[in-house]
């Protein structure tokens, strides 16, 4: 029989007991809870939205041809990507598919164990600050999520859950260098050699997320995630074959009209790679953050893997002086990442206003 929850049972159900949304679709229920029912302005559903009919193909970018003689077309390709939809998908990346493949797996595999395990790494007990599960309140997501920040390989070793703890560093480790091949072409358009000193202010916090989105009784009143847009740099996510993603168009064009939301369909091996915002303020708006949010299902549960890269927490971030001087002015004030991040927490999901915390708006 299913089980009955008010507010309070709920709220212990779900996050102090650690059964998570999934221990909550597995106990039977048939209705979505009131608290999970998101106000109209974040729902996704055919009336104010297009998912059905745009299904639209983003850049695909053979990453491997920046090593080959399509080097230009390839760095064209990326810089275009990353001005206009700023979001696109890379294969031939140096990922192995196995790797993926067990990532994916892992993810399952903690996820689907009795809750009184993956409680163990719930805020306040967890064996270190930095492996967080549960996720947070905020926004009332469908979805339960394992949050692992990386410190050293130690720590990963000493603190990660055994489930995925090697599989994660290794995808860490490879997607950092994916992510540092990107940056530094993107930073290149801009008139800056990325070097080691610059370590820090692109990608001095990486984390990785292992979401799992469970089916949702009703998906038209709940969000696996609600519209936003990453704060970092840049985001990499390995993702199933599920699909639920969707992403807000900036502008008219190939994409479709400004405004519109546009379904991403995964596509099997690719790696799918986004800016955040923290890169569209260094570039000086050149290149775009963008919002994007993710769809339940009420057939079948997804899994999604990001590894974002962030500035360090005390990183300053401003635009880069050399694009400033190309611009004239500059669009966005300096602050410390650190400030950022939680400004953009406090926010919630409000799409991309966070980087109303530090535009600088003409007199
Ligand atoms: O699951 C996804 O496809 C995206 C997740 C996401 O946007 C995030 O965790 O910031
Ligand atoms: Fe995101």
Known sequence: MALHFDTINLFDFVVKEGNGVKGLIESGLSKVPDVYIQPVDQR????????????????LIDISE????????VEKALVKAA???????????????????????????????????????????????????????????????????????????KYWPDQCKEVVLKYMKTSTEL????????????????????????MGLRLVSLNYYPTSPDPELTVGIGKHSDIGTLTILVQDDIGGLSIKVQEDGEFGKEGEWIEVPPIPGALLINIGDALQI?????????????RNTNTQSRVSVPCFFNPGS????????????????????????QDYGSHAFAQGYQGKKNLDFVKITSP
């Open 44 to 59: 996704i559903n055919k009336t104010n939205n297009i998912i059905d009919a745009q299904i639209v193909q983003l850049p």
């Open 66 to 73: 920046l090593d080959g003689p399509q080097h230009d077309q």
């Open 83 to 157: 001005e206009t939809v700023g979001f696109f998908h890379v294969v031939n990346h140096g990922l192995p598919i196995q790797l993926l493949e067990e990532l994916k797996d892992a993810a399952h595999m903690f996820f689907n164990q009795p809750a009184e395990k993956k409680l163990v790494y719930q805020k306040g007990v967890s064996p270190s600050p930095l492996v967080v599960y549960g996720g947070t309140t905020v926004g009332h997501k469908w979805r339960d999520n394992l949050m692992i920040i990386y410190n050293s390989d130690d720590d990963a070793y």
């Open 179 to 202: 992510a540092r091949r990107i940056l530094e072409v993107l930073v290149k358009h801009l008139g800056v050699e990325l070097d080691d000193s610059m370590e820090e202010t692109y």
């Open 282 to 294: 260094l570039s000086n708006g050149k290149y775009r953050s963008v919002e994007h949010r993710v």
């Open 314 to 337: 005390m990183a300053k971030i401003a635009p880069l002086p050399k694009v400033v001087e190309k611009d004239g002015k500059a669009k966005y004030k300096e602050c410390l990442f």
